[in-house]
């Protein structure tokens, strides 16, 4: 039976923040940037062939036919000019690189994935060959694994029905490390047929030896009301192969549940902003206390801290976290505690450090603001900090310290109450005055609630 929409956010969801997801994209996704389908890079090699293309054909035998009739040199100088000239924008690839993978799989010859990361200033690893292995890293870098090879190595790309028949000679450890991660992994399939067996048979394999402790995917399909065999091909992916399937109405709702996913996960991540040079003992006393609770509370309710380092209270935030993690036993503390300094003195280090604050802003769904004081020359990061977050549309949730910057901005939140309605009952609590304890139970119930209600904001 396929799964329901909110259950597949939610269990997505989680597995992303918990950094144990990959993703596997098929010709349907550079779709969406303006790349060929199958049906349609092939189609050309089939009327020079004077054949048909229909839901049945397989187009690995139709590119062997092509390169028996016509020269291997002859089908991939046709294919490049396919693909090699397209565009790279899309939609629905944005939402995916949303999502935060940090490994791809795909079976595209096409660049698409590699120029939309560089449009985001994000290098990557690029994998076709079994070569390329030695140069991977596994969850610390993007690695693109493009399973069939690469348009701009001609060469080496599987394109013909010998090419498949030999693959797993000439890819063997492309398929070990696939099979690796779908073990270690839980893959979503975008784009993807299952049209040929590469990754059913792969999967299989595992299911003959993980039986039930295999791991389950997901993919998100189009309904398709014409093929009789369609229910039951959904049903075989679910019970035989641990593919977990989302249907859609149309291709055009997929980015839309993309979409979803990602407003999900950015809601379980908190930005917390704060800052003082004072060493005041009343200041550091309540800095220590609010640390300690707000990191417990947080990560009791399954919340990840993101935070920039300010001084002093970033200190003790990320010292507090840390050791809450540590007596927790959970040793990759990156999943949890989201660490990003902004810092740079010299000429233009202004704007990168913005730069910096609008990314890391924009994968939160909340920002929370304490403390904070002007410099010498009347800047304040945390005031910058608020400013991008509403700009950004973020939740906010000021605690006002007197005489700092967070209280000019709780200030301002209260004078305009009704456009942060979620606050209207806990706006005058959330100061100072009100014990560390309380604080922290509340900004977790205004989390609560804020991922509790859609379109709050």
């Not at 009327?47 to 991939?76: H, M």
């Not at 003082?276 to 399954?302: G, V, W």
């Not at 300094?341 to 890391?360: C, L, M």
Request: hydrophobic content about 35%.
């Amino acid at each position: 039976m396929p799964i329901k929409k909110q259950q597949f956010i939610a269990e997505f969801a989680e597995q992303t923040l918990n950094q144990q997801v990959s993703l596997f994209l098929g010709a349907g996704g550079s779709q969406d940037a303006g790349y060929p389908s199958w049906s349609e890079l092939f189609k050309p090699f089939a009327n020079r062939l004077n054949v048909p293309i229909n839901e049945t054909t397989d187009y690995y035998r139709l590119a062997q036919y092509y390169s028996n009739e016509f020269g291997k040199s002859a089908l991939r100088k046709n294919i490049n000019a396919h693909i090699i000239q397209n565009s790279f924008k899309s939609v629905l690839i944005d939402n995916l690189l949303d999502v935060g993978f940090t490994n791809i799989w795909t079976t595209n010859f096409d660049t698409v994935l590699e120029r939309n990361f560089e449009n985001r200033g994000i290098l990557v690893n690029k994998v076709f060959k079994d070569c390329d292995f030695s140069s991977i890293y596994l969850n610390k870098h993007i690695n693109i694994f493009k399973m069939n090879g690469d348009i701009n190595n001609p060469d080496g790309m599987i394109t013909t029905q010998a090419d498949y028949e030999c693959y797993e000679d000439s890819h063997r450890l492309m398929l070990m490390f696939f099979k690796r991660e779908l073990i270690a992994s839980t893959f979503l399939f975008i784009g993807y047929s299952f049209k040929d067996h590469l990754v059913l048979n792969c999967l299989s394999e595992i299911e003959r030896y993980l039986g039930e402790t295999a791991n389950c995917h997901f993919t998100i399909l189009k309904k398709d009301t014409k093929d009789p065999y369609f229910e039951y091909f959904v049903n075989d992916l679910e019970q035989r192969y641990r593919i977990k399937v989302l249907l859609v109405e149309e291709y055009e709702d997929v980015p839309l549940v993309l979409e979803e996913l990602n407003e999900k996960i950015r809601s379980k991540k908190v930005f917390i902003s704060g800052a003082f040079r004072s060493s005041r003992e009343k200041i550091e006393n309540f800095s220590h206390a609010f640390s300690k609770e707000i990191t417990k509370e947080l990560f009791e309710s399954d919340y990840r801290i993101v935070n920039g380092i300010g001084r002093r209270f970033g200190t003790h935030l990320i010292g507090y976290a840390s050791e809450y993690l540590a007596q927790k036993g959970i040793k990759d503390m990156e999943k949890y505690l989201i660490v990003r300094p902004f810092v740079g003195n010299e000429v233009g280090s202004d704007i990168k450090k913005k730069q910096q604050r609008e990314q890391i802003i924009s994968q939160c769904g909340t920002a929370l603001f304490l403390f904070g004081e002007p410099n010498a020359s009347g800047k304040s990061g945390v005031m910058e900090e608020f400013k991008i977050a509403c700009e950004l549309h973020k939740a906010i949730i000021p605690i006002a310290y007197p005489k700092m910057v967070s209280e000019k901005i709780w200030q301002e939140v209260k004078n305009n109450i009704t456009q942060y309605a979620y606050l209207e009952k806990s706006i005058n609590s959330l100061t100072s005055d009100s014990s560390t304890t309380e604080l922290a139970k509340l900004v977790v119930s205004i989390l609560d609630s804020l991922g509790s209600s859609e379109g709050i904001r």
